[in-house]
């Protein structure tokens, strides 16, 4: 399986969703809800968008863990991969977010999940920064490649270079910053919406990046592996064509099957040619979820990628008997231990 694509994924189901007027000033792809629909109707809408991005997944062969949300005060929760990451190797990251109404959206129980079901050695939280005024905003901010070890990132108040930097010492990443602007000058807020890196193809709108050394240097670093980068224009970033994620599914009898997960308004902005490329490798799941497009994220900002190993389940044997050995009071090997802790 493809260090690039999960095959399990988190999703937050916010039973109360707004556009976050905290994130619209350096949001350049939030918007308001239409005239005259009431909060009650958007929320409901979004629901069913959030009920239909899960149910597609599920269709597809990615088991999905999904967390209900009812507060109020958490308009952003449906975009988990802001706060959460996770690796290969079984360490999890948690990090400082800019907008203060967001931090909160952070949960123990979503982090106990993980640590029940998969095999998590560490957890490294790097929220403490936020007093400082210093932020990073997860795998919005960063665009990693897990294959090559590299962290795409462009630099803004939401992605700081210096924690970036430790987040790469810390995780084995090659930081690879940038600055990235449309067309107006405006900075982009999150690399995430004009960046896309999976296993054989990326999606990257690389005339953002406004150094042409820098661009070319990005260039060649995602094309050494054999990958095929499809270049975006800024109006195909504008439909959300960069917002898109790679996972790893199952056919029904059982066999691997790489999808690409994306919006229904980013699947119609891609010329016909570059479909085809993304089909080369991956099958395109779309989603249509026009009402929580509004707070300025589609289905890569919705998704946050499980990259652990499973925990065996009860009927496995490593499970069986690292139980009957705490029964017994025989020593426990360290994976009996983690057991041990996670039935404690």
Not at 104 to 131: C, F, N, T, W
Not at 272 to 282: F, K, M, R
Not at 317 to 330: D, K, S
Request: hydrophobic share 40%; glycine share 6%; proline share 5%.
């Amino acid at each position: 399986m493809s260090a690039q694509a999960p095959s399990a994924v988190i999703l937050i189901r916010a039973e109360r969703f707004t556009p976050n007027p905290a994130t619209a000033a350096d949001n350049a792809f939030q918007a308001e809800a239409p005239v005259g629909q009431s909060e009650v109707a958007t929320s409901a809408r979004a629901l069913a968008e959030m009920d239909a991005v899960a149910e597609a997944l599920r269709e597809v062969g990615v088991r999905v863990h999904v967390f209900s949300d009812s507060d109020h005060t958490r308009p952003d929760s449906v975009f988990p991969n802001n706060w959460l990451s996770t690796h290969a190797g079984g360490t999890v990251a948690v990090y400082p977010m800019y907008a203060s109404n967001r931090r909160h959206e952070r949960r123990a129980d979503v982090l106990e999940m993980l640590k029940s079901s998969y095999r998590v050695q560490s957890i490294v939280d790097y929220s403490g920064l936020e007093p400082d005024g210093i932020f990073l905003e997860g795998t919005g901010a960063m665009v990693l490649d897990h294959v090559s070890r590299v962290a795409y990132t462009a630099r803004s108040h939401r992605a700081d270079t210096h924690v970036l930097e430790r987040f790469c010492t810390d995780f084995g990443y090659e930081p690879m910053a940038f600055d990235a602007v449309d067309s107006g000058g405006v900075p982009v807020y999150h690399t995430n919406v004009i960046a896309c890196v999976g296993t054989e193809v990326a999606l990257f709108a690389l005339d953002m990046i406004a150094d042409e050394r820098r661009r070319a240097e990005v260039r060649e670093r995602l094309t050494v592996t054999g990958r095929t980068v499809i270049e975006l224009t800024e109006e195909q970033v504008r439909e959300f064509a960069g917002n898109a994620v790679e996972l790893c599914g199952r056919t029904p009898d059982g066999r691997r099957r790489y999808v690409m997960a994306m919006s229904a308004r980013a699947l119609a902005s891609l010329r016909p040619d570059q479909v085809a490329a993304i089909e080369e490798s991956c099958e395109i799941v779309a989603v249509d979820i026009p009402t929580i497009e509004l707070a300025g994220g589609s289905v890569r900002c919705m998704i946050a990628g499980v990259h652990l190993d499973p925990r065996p389940t009860a009927a496995e044997p490593e499970l069986t008997e690292a139980v009957e050995a705490i029964n017994e009071g025989e020593p426990l090997t360290a994976d009996g231990q983690e057991v041990a802790l996670a039935e404690a």
